[in-house]
């Protein structure tokens, strides 16, 4: 069964404008990622989040992390049309060791 | 070298055909993970090898069949495969476990159809 389920499925954004996409998940985690994904290609790290962190940055990413609520936001800043592409959290299993699972994704649109 | 390199990129097999998905990487990950992805849906974890040993199986049909013959090889054996298991495969490898942070490493898939 999928860890994560992801909110919205899908957005659409004019270039420029920010991009949000929040995961929720069931159980405890050691590690959050979140994962791109151009379309049919393969899945591209984008960053990660230890569950004693509780928002981390890079360039234009800024991800949450809250782990009473079990959930996590991505925001993207300034999007750009390159931008377009699915997005997915991926969670490892805090009680196992190498699983890792992917939420639902949310496939985003960013109109030039 | 940050590549994970993923061949054949698609495959067309009949029900009856033996074929095989390979993979291979050289940043000595021992990390090494079979995803399915169905379209519009995220990847589905089939199998994780660890330092060559088979760690997890997601209770996958057994006419899938793993393979790691050395740290930077991973196989995927079919044998008799159903319409419905046409996807894109994809192979992952990881310098650390997933509980230590470890990032996957994504090759392009390899897109299998079967007739």
């Known amino acids: 069964s999928q860890q994560g389920e992801e909110d919205p499925q899908a957005l659409s954004i004019q270039e420029g404008e920010n991009a949000t996409m929040n995961c929720s998940y069931k159980t405890s985690i050691n590690n959050l990622q979140w994962y791109r994904q151009n379309s049919g290609r393969g899945l591209v790290h984008l960053i990660l989040i230890r569950s004693n962190e509780r928002e981390k940055h890079s360039g234009r990413l800024r991800v949450t992390l809250d782990t009473s609520k079990k959930s996590s936001s991505l925001l993207i800043t300034a999007s750009r049309a390159a931008d377009t592409a699915s997005y997915f959290c991926a969670t490892d299993y805090s009680g196992g060791y190498q699983k890792v699972t992917f939420g639902t994704g949310t496939k985003l649109q960013v109109i030039p | 070298d940050t590549e994970v390199t993923q061949t054949p990129k698609h495959l067309v097999m009949g029900m009856t055909n033996k074929k095989s998905l390979k993979c291979e990487q050289h940043m000595g990950h021992r990390a090494m993970y079979w995803y399915k992805q169905k379209a519009k849906k995220p990847p589905e974890l089939m199998f994780v090898y660890s330092y060559e040993k088979l760690s997890i199986n997601e209770s996958v049909p057994s006419r899938f069949s793993p393979e790691c013959p050395n740290s930077s090889l991973l196989n995927l054996h079919l044998h008799a495969l159903q319409p419905e298991d046409s996807a894109l495969y994809l192979c992952?490898?990881?310098?650390?476990?997933?509980?230590?942070?470890?990032?996957?490493?994504f090759g392009e898939g390899s897109r299998l159809t079967v007739l």
């Open positions: 992952a490898s990881s310098l650390r476990p997933a509980r230590e942070g470890g990032e996957l490493f």
